[in-house]
């Protein structure tokens, strides 16, 4: 079946500008997770949502970051006025209830 | 299908006792990651291993790669009940990250 997918799997952005990421999840999972990973470090938390409950935003750098879930479905993770060390590779996952998660291949970001 | 495998799905001790969980791969990677989650939160990163690296200790925590055999394992010694949680590989083959599906670990006091 089909797992979770992100767009784009690339993104070069010049410093400065704004950037969409998005994240389909797996249908059905109540929880969906923004992680994000600069090179040669771990993953990064940013952001869990949890069906209807208000995201937990505990783990975004600045409020340069936003990300929405339309529907409890489809997430878009924002990133304003991009800056250099926003360049990382962002992980989206989702699960059934708050079990095992599901990653996606993730969008690389390039901010030149 | 995913590209890390964990065995054993599901693991269960008692307090004290040492911990082994195992991870398989496919392909090539630059490095491999252990993650714990403890329900309803995100992942916490543990440890990283590079492809060119054999083991690796921090604190409680032991990981192998045998990059000839594509696997890895974790292990916790003289586990506590705290160490309750889901534990997830992570390879890295420099294109995209493909994580198992995790070991539920059980501690028992």
């Known amino acids: 079946g089909a797992g979770v997918s992100q767009s784009p799997s690339n993104k070069v952005t010049e410093k400065g500008k704004d950037v969409e990421l998005r994240c389909d999840p797996i249908?059905?999972?109540?929880?969906l997770y923004w992680y994000r990973q600069s090179l040669g470090q771990g993953l990064e938390f940013l952001i869990y949502?949890?069906?209807?409950?208000?995201?937990?935003k505990s783990g975004l750098p600045s409020d340069r970051f936003s990300a929405e879930r339309t529907g409890g479905s489809v997430s878009t993770l924002t990133i304003q006025r991009t800056q250099q060390e926003d360049s990382a590779v962002y992980l989206c996952?989702?699960?059934?209830?708050?079990?095992?998660?599901?990653f996606g291949p993730g969008t690389r970001l390039l901010v030149l | 299908s995913q590209q890390g495998e964990e065995d054993p799905q599901a693991l269960s001790i008692q307090e004290g006792e040492n911990a082994t969980m195992n991870c398989s791969y496919k392909?090539?990677?630059?490095?491999l990651q252990w993650y714990r989650q403890n329900s309803g939160r995100g992942l916490v990163h543990l440890i990283l291993?590079?492809?060119?690296?054999r083991e690796k200790h921090s604190g409680r925590l032991r990981v192998t790669l045998d990059t000839s055999k594509k696997s890895s394992s974790l292990l916790i010694t003289a586990s506590r009940a705290a160490d309750t949680a889901s534990y997830f590989c992570?390879?890295?083959?420099?294109?995209?990250?493909?994580f198992g599906t995790g070991t539920s670990l059980t501690v028992i006091p």
């Open positions: 996952a989702s699960s059934p209830h708050a079990g095992t998660q599901y």
């Open positions: 949502f949890q069906g209807n409950s208000a995201p937990d």
């Open positions: 992570a390879t890295d083959d420099g294109n995209q990250f493909y």
């Open positions: 291993i590079r492809s060119n690296e």
């Open positions: 392909t090539s990677i630059n490095n």
């Open positions: 249908s059905g999972h109540t929880a």
